[in-house]
Protein backbone atom coordinates (compact mmCIF):
# COMPACT_ATOMS: atom_id res chain seq x y z
CA UNK A 1 0.00 0.00 0.00
CA UNK A 2 1.65 3.54 -1.30
CA UNK A 3 1.36 6.25 1.39
CA UNK A 4 -0.59 8.53 -0.32
CA UNK A 5 -3.67 5.57 -0.10
CA UNK A 6 -3.30 5.56 4.00
CA UNK A 7 -6.35 6.84 5.53
CA UNK A 8 -6.84 8.21 9.46
CA UNK A 9 -7.31 4.64 10.45
CA UNK A 10 -4.32 3.06 8.34
CA UNK A 11 -2.11 5.42 9.54
CA UNK A 12 -3.47 5.27 13.45
CA UNK A 13 -3.34 1.48 12.73
CA UNK A 14 0.72 1.69 12.31
CA UNK A 15 1.32 4.20 14.70
CA UNK A 16 -0.13 1.54 17.06
CA UNK A 17 1.56 -1.51 15.98
CA UNK A 18 5.18 0.93 15.68
CA UNK A 19 4.14 1.50 20.04
CA UNK A 20 3.82 -1.76 20.47
CA UNK A 21 6.24 -3.50 18.94
CA UNK A 22 8.76 -1.08 20.44
CA UNK A 23 7.27 1.32 23.57
CA UNK A 24 10.37 2.71 24.11
CA UNK A 25 9.33 5.09 21.63
CA UNK A 26 7.39 6.87 23.99
CA UNK A 27 9.65 7.48 26.43
CA UNK A 28 12.45 8.98 23.99
CA UNK A 29 8.75 11.52 22.72
CA UNK A 30 8.22 12.16 26.19
CA UNK A 31 11.98 12.95 26.66
CA UNK A 32 11.97 15.43 23.36
CA UNK A 33 9.10 16.72 25.02
CA UNK A 34 10.40 17.38 28.28
CA UNK A 35 13.70 19.13 26.64
CA UNK A 36 11.29 21.48 24.67
CA UNK A 37 9.41 22.67 27.35
CA UNK A 38 12.46 23.27 29.29
CA UNK A 39 13.94 25.42 26.34
CA UNK A 40 10.88 27.12 26.52
CA UNK A 41 10.71 28.29 29.73
CA UNK A 42 14.68 28.59 30.04
CA UNK A 43 13.56 31.15 27.63
CA UNK A 44 10.90 32.69 29.14
CA UNK A 45 12.59 32.75 32.70
CA UNK A 46 15.41 34.67 30.72
CA UNK A 47 13.16 36.80 28.78
CA UNK A 48 11.30 38.08 32.27
CA UNK A 49 14.65 38.49 34.22
CA UNK A 50 15.56 40.79 31.93
CA UNK A 51 12.58 42.75 31.80
CA UNK A 52 12.88 42.85 35.49
CA UNK A 53 16.19 43.68 35.97
CA UNK A 54 15.39 46.98 33.46
CA UNK A 55 12.59 47.51 35.70
CA UNK A 56 14.66 47.18 38.89
CA UNK A 57 17.47 49.54 37.33
CA UNK A 58 15.52 51.96 35.96
CA UNK A 59 16.22 55.53 38.03
CA UNK A 60 18.08 53.59 40.93
CA UNK A 61 21.52 53.91 42.43
CA UNK A 62 24.00 50.97 41.31
CA UNK A 63 26.94 50.64 43.12
CA UNK A 64 29.93 48.30 42.89
CA UNK A 65 30.91 47.13 39.38
CA UNK A 66 29.09 48.52 36.80
CA UNK A 67 29.52 45.45 34.62
CA UNK A 68 29.67 42.63 37.03
CA UNK A 69 28.12 39.61 36.23
CA UNK A 70 26.49 39.23 39.50
CA UNK A 71 23.16 41.51 40.15
CA UNK A 72 22.14 42.07 43.82
CA UNK A 73 18.66 44.40 44.25
CA UNK A 74 18.64 45.75 47.74
CA UNK A 75 14.96 46.71 49.05
CA UNK A 76 15.43 48.45 52.28
CA UNK A 77 14.15 51.39 54.78
CA UNK A 78 16.12 53.41 56.42
CA UNK A 79 13.86 53.32 59.23
CA UNK A 80 14.24 49.42 59.56
CA UNK A 81 16.52 47.63 62.32
CA UNK A 82 16.99 43.95 59.62
CA UNK A 83 18.25 46.83 56.67
CA UNK A 84 20.72 48.96 59.00
CA UNK A 85 22.13 45.65 60.89
CA UNK A 86 23.14 43.91 56.86
CA UNK A 87 24.46 47.30 55.24
CA UNK A 88 28.22 46.43 56.74
CA UNK A 89 27.50 42.68 55.27
CA UNK A 90 26.30 44.38 51.92
CA UNK A 91 29.06 46.51 52.02
CA UNK A 92 32.01 44.11 52.41
CA UNK A 93 30.06 42.41 49.21
CA UNK A 94 31.00 45.27 47.36
CA UNK A 95 34.15 45.37 48.70
CA UNK A 96 35.57 42.12 48.39
CA UNK A 97 33.61 40.75 45.38
CA UNK A 98 34.52 42.56 42.32
CA UNK A 99 32.36 40.85 40.29
CA UNK A 100 28.90 42.02 41.83
CA UNK A 101 27.09 45.14 41.73
CA UNK A 102 24.39 46.19 43.69
CA UNK A 103 21.07 48.29 43.08
CA UNK A 104 19.67 50.08 46.26
CA UNK A 105 16.16 49.90 45.78
CA UNK A 106 14.44 52.46 48.76
CA UNK A 107 11.04 50.61 50.08
CA UNK A 108 9.69 52.95 52.69
CA UNK A 109 6.94 51.20 54.21
CA UNK A 110 7.66 51.42 57.72
CA UNK A 111 6.18 54.84 58.21
CA UNK A 112 6.58 58.43 56.90
CA UNK A 113 9.93 59.27 58.54
CA UNK A 114 10.59 55.98 55.76
CA UNK A 115 9.44 58.00 53.10
CA UNK A 116 11.14 61.07 54.27
CA UNK A 117 14.44 59.30 54.26
CA UNK A 118 13.79 57.86 51.02
CA UNK A 119 13.16 61.49 49.90
CA UNK A 120 16.38 62.78 51.43
CA UNK A 121 18.57 60.18 49.94
CA UNK A 122 17.17 60.78 46.21
CA UNK A 123 17.72 64.37 46.86
CA UNK A 124 21.36 63.32 48.00
CA UNK A 125 21.68 60.95 44.89
CA UNK A 126 20.35 64.42 43.05
CA UNK A 127 23.57 66.16 44.52
CA UNK A 128 26.20 63.11 43.94
CA UNK A 129 26.50 62.60 47.51
CA UNK A 130 24.04 59.31 47.58
CA UNK A 131 26.35 56.56 48.67
CA UNK A 132 27.74 58.64 51.93
CA UNK A 133 23.92 59.19 52.46
CA UNK A 134 23.16 55.65 52.04
CA UNK A 135 25.83 54.71 54.38
CA UNK A 136 25.44 57.50 57.34
CA UNK A 137 21.55 56.85 57.34
CA UNK A 138 22.01 52.82 57.42
CA UNK A 139 24.94 53.24 60.39
CA UNK A 140 22.37 55.18 62.75
CA UNK A 141 21.15 53.09 66.11
Avoid: W
Avoid at 60 to 88: K, M, Q
Avoid at 94 to 116: A, C
Wanted: charged share 25%; net charge negative.
Amino acid sequence: MAAQELNEADIKRLALEAILEKPEILIEALSILQERENAALVEAQSTALTELRDDFEQNAPIFGNLDGSVTLVEFFDYNCGYCRRAAPEVKAVLETSKDVRIVYREFPILGPGSEIAARASLAARNQGKYQQFHEAMMALN
